[in-house]
């Protein structure tokens, strides 16, 4: 027996010894302070500034997209029951102000059960395309298509129409905005009054933004030159994920600018949800909107010479199956279940997934697996919860109006 | 299992002992010999366990190679890919049971009961102009895993064992079904594509079971290597257990990759040396998210330019394998060899590269520009 310690001892010396500085290094990465921002991360840290949020890019196409009349007439419309089937659907049934526009169930319900989960519309302004497929190219064309939709709505643009002629107020006000009322056995004029009621309610949705986080406070702290740990605003955990976020974690490849969302389509292997085929996404969606009569080239848009790069340089491609927008991730609190069809119930289980990277059910997950340590899971996921900021919008906004009729 | 010819198992421990012993130390030629026997020593250390191991070795190695081409009808499985052919037509093929099974895809058959997702990516155009129909039947032909087409037609009530029909129509680049199997048993596949210009029809007909009412490949190869570990223990003499190896633990350190540097060029050649490209972007710092144009000025090798060449531009990521998020296009020729190009997106910050191809009527060469975001 001893002879054979003899010659193991030296084996097992360096053995406990590697055991010992691989927890030394595990346990310095996890607990010893974060270090300070590197120039180049700063530059990354400061990208994703609200601060940094360039002015609300004017929408040509919408002619009352800045008109504050507009915006108070779509605020009655979003909230208003009355242009759905029952009676009892508007877009706040599924936009509700308290979830931040989403309604905390997997996918929609109203008339029916939606397709996909309710995304929110804060910050969508900016965002070149609606919907988790992008079939919608601008807040107004977009706020249409649930009126007809059998399984939210269920209403029709005539049945709209004849609610904004019956109730006097809408008249009203939908006569000095838009003009001479439609008549409504002429199809041209129907649709152009729908796309009218479109505009109105994306002028109310414009104003829907994000407000500033703790996560931008402490960008400026640090952008005036303070302190990277010394401040009240981000603990060391957070700080710790916000680092990941930039780097290891790969989070900006997709979740980039103030908003955190390029706004492009992406497939991250997500699972179909129960009952469903798996999403076909962009693919599907780029042909859609391309063919939508209320596009930015279509003959509803208000823009007398209409640019619309966008949506003429979009690309088609194998790329895009299974391709979905990347929604901001701020203010996600309240607003699970999270992906496009709710297959995710928290952020645990999000960053779960992305750390995991597997194949996809159909097209191809760019994303590669992370192989992140739990507690770097962990603080992801604190970090997320400091981008929560209220909206920046006046409060009457958040809520719905004052009764008009 | 001899397949340790130089090592006899006499090298072990106790031989190992004998020449450490104090007798043998003292002068350079013994040290060097030392380390020849430390060296020896590992080796003998692993050796004996690879020869216990070298059967279970040799049976893995037999079940590594693929099952060459397990083929059931019109689905064949290469080992690497698994692919219906539709006549000529082939598609990418995948069975999910997500509920029960995640992300874990099938080929052939379906393990368990449940909902199941059927896939098929097309790998041959033509499968997305043509009008596809997709049924599923149970297996009553009792030709098992051998029912062909033949069989088929010869079912009389087709309609009574169809499980699920999806009619014909154009569904392009992917199709999906869903269905749902509650009940284990045989079943079979039949897909159909009509091209739409010929009016040809293609089939594949693909018998697979639910819930492995057979028996695999899996079991015989256990059976197989516990009754040669077990001879191979029972006539090999007993021996001392030998020492655990040890584990090293490499640390790896932090690898830092360069990155590729941008070329501090403003200019770059294509690949042929035709010609000479710089560009100019209306986004001045480049910056992600924002949709922009571009000025491409082109010129020939000799300085002179390019006033009326036909120019496409494509680009992406190829760390990450992707392209550009939209499908720029030259707008217009503006002379002097420069041209408008609209469309220019990045979405991501990152190494991009973006690809000029330029035909200028005699020529025809490609130029990749490097860009840091």
Redesign the interface.
């Known amino acids: 027996m001893s002879?054979?310690s003899r010659?193991?001892r030296p084996?097992?010396v360096?053995?406990i010894a590697?055991?010992l500085?691989?927890l030394a290094?595990e346990g310095w990465q996890r607990f010893a302070p974060p270090a300070a921002w590197s120039d180049d991360e700063i530059n990354?840290i400061a990208s994703l500034w609200i601060g940094r949020l360039p002015a609300l890019p004017p929408d040509p196409t919408n002619a009352v997209a800045d008109n504050p009349e507009a915006a108070a007439f779509g605020q009655q419309l979003f909230f208003d029951g009355r242009l759905s089937a029952n009676g009892k659907i508007s877009c706040s049934t599924c936009h509700q102000p308290i979830r931040r526009f989403t309604d905390g169930l997997p996918k929609g319900v109203a008339i029916g059960q939606s397709k996909r989960n309710t995304p929110s519309i804060v910050g969508t302004a900016y965002s070149?395309w609606l919907y988790w497929d992008g079939r919608k190219d601008s807040q107004w064309a977009q706020a249409l298509a649930p009126l007809e939709d059998p399984n939210e709505h269920a209403s029709s643009r005539l049945q709209v129409l004849g609610i904004i002629a019956s109730v006097s107020a809408y008249r009203k006000t939908y006569e000095a905005l838009f003009g001479a009322p439609p008549d409504l056995l002429v199809p041209e004029e129907v649709d152009r009054a729908f796309a009218n009621v479109g505009k109105a309610i994306a002028a109310y949705e414009r104003l829907l933004l994000p407000g500033e986080s703790r996560f931008d406070q402490y960008v400026e702290h640090v952008l005036d030159g303070g302190d990277h740990l010394e401040q009240e605003f981000l603990d060391l955990d957070e700080i710790r994920g916000l680092r990941l976020f930039i780097t290891d974690a790969r989070c900006?490849?997709?979740h980039?600018?103030p908003l955190f969302t390029?706004?492009?389509?992406h497939n991250t292997?997500l699972?179909?949800a129960?009952?469903?085929?798996?999403d076909?996404g962009r693919?599907d969606g780029v042909r859609e909107v391309m063919a939508d009569p209320f596009n930015c080239l279509g003959p509803y848009s208000d823009d007398p010479d209409p640019n619309c790069?966008?949506l003429?340089?979009?690309?088609?491609?194998?790329?895009l199956?299974g391709a979905t927008r990347t929604p901001s991730l701020r203010n996600l609190n309240n607003t699970a279940p999270f992906q496009h069809r709710g297959q995710l119930s928290n952020l645990s289980d999000v960053l779960r997934h992305y750390d995991q990277a597997?194949?996809a059910?159909?097209?191809?997950n760019?994303a590669k697996e992370l192989k992140l340590r739990d507690w770097e899971l962990r603080a992801l996921e604190t970090f997320l919860a400091a981008l929560d900021g209220p909206i920046a919008a006046d409060q009457r906004w958040l809520q719905p109006p004052l009764p008009s009729e | 299992m001899d397949c340790v010819p130089a090592f006899s198992p006499g090298g072990t421990?106790r031989g190992?002992?004998e020449l450490a012993e104090p007798g043998h130390r003292g002068n350079l030629r013994q040290k060097s010999g030392r380390r020849h026997r430390r060296l020896a020593?590992i080796a003998r250390m692993i050796l004996p366990h690879a020869r216990r191991l070298s059967p279970l070795i040799g049976l893995a190695l037999l079940a590594a190679f693929p099952c060459n081409a397990l083929a059931h009808g019109g689905v064949v499985d290469d080992g690497d890919l698994c692919v219906i052919n539709i006549g000529y037509l082939k598609a990418h093929f995948?069975i999910?049971v997500?509920?029960q099974r995640?992300?874990q895809?099938y080929c052939e058959d379906i393990p368990v009961r449940g909902?199941s997702?059927f896939?098929m990516?097309y790998l041959h155009d033509g499968l997305s102009e043509a009008e596809i129909d997709f049924r599923i039947i149970r297996n009553v032909t009792g030709k098992g895993r051998f029912a062909n087409i033949e069989d088929v037609t010869a079912i009389e009530d087709l309609e009574s064992v169809t499980l699920r029909y999806e009619s014909p129509k154009v569904v392009?680049?992917?199709f999906?079904?869903?269905q749902p199997f509650d009940e284990d048993g045989e079943y079979i596949g039949i897909v159909s594509a009509r091209q739409m210009d010929t009016q040809k029809v293609y089939t594949a007909v693909f018998p697979f079971e639910v819930g492995y009412t057979g028996i695999g490949y899996w079991p015989w190869f256990l059976a197989a290597a516990t009754l040669l570990q077990l001879s191979y223990w029972l006539l090999s003499r007993r021996r001392a257990p030998q020492?655990p190896i040890?584990?090293?633990?490499l640390?790896a350190g932090a690898l830092l990759s360069t990155d590729a540097f941008a070329d501090d060029a403003e200019s770059w050649v294509s690949d042929a040396g035709y010609f000479t490209v710089s560009f100019q972007s209306e986004l001045q710092p480049l910056a992600?998210?924002k949709?922009h144009g571009w000025v491409l000025h082109v010129e020939n090798s000799g300085g002179e330019a390019i006033v009326d060449a036909t120019i496409s531009v494509e680009g992406g990521m190829p760390e990450?394998?992707?392209?550009?998020?939209?499908?720029?296009?030259v707008t217009a020729v503006l002379g002097d060899g420069r041209y408008r190009v609209?469309?220019m997106?990045f979405?991501?910050?990152?190494y991009w590269e973006i690809r000029v191809s330029i035909d200028d009527g005699a020529q025809r060469d490609s130029v990749t520009i490097p860009l840091h975001l």
């Open positions: 002879d054979v010659h193991t084996w097992m360096t053995a590697a055991v500085i691989a290094y990354q070149p900006t490849e997709c980039n600018g390029n706004n492009e389509f292997g699972l179909s129960p009952g469903d085929t798996p076909r693919i790069a966008e003429r340089y979009a690309r088609t491609g194998v790329e199956i597997p194949l059910m159909i097209g191809h760019e | 421990a190992d002992d020593r995948k999910y997500p509920e995640q992300h895809d909902e997702v896939v990516e392009p680049d992917v999906t079904m869903l020492t040890s584990i090293v633990l640390l992600i998210n949709i990450h394998n992707h392209g550009l998020p939209t499908a720029p296009e609209e469309g997106r979405h991501m910050r990152g």
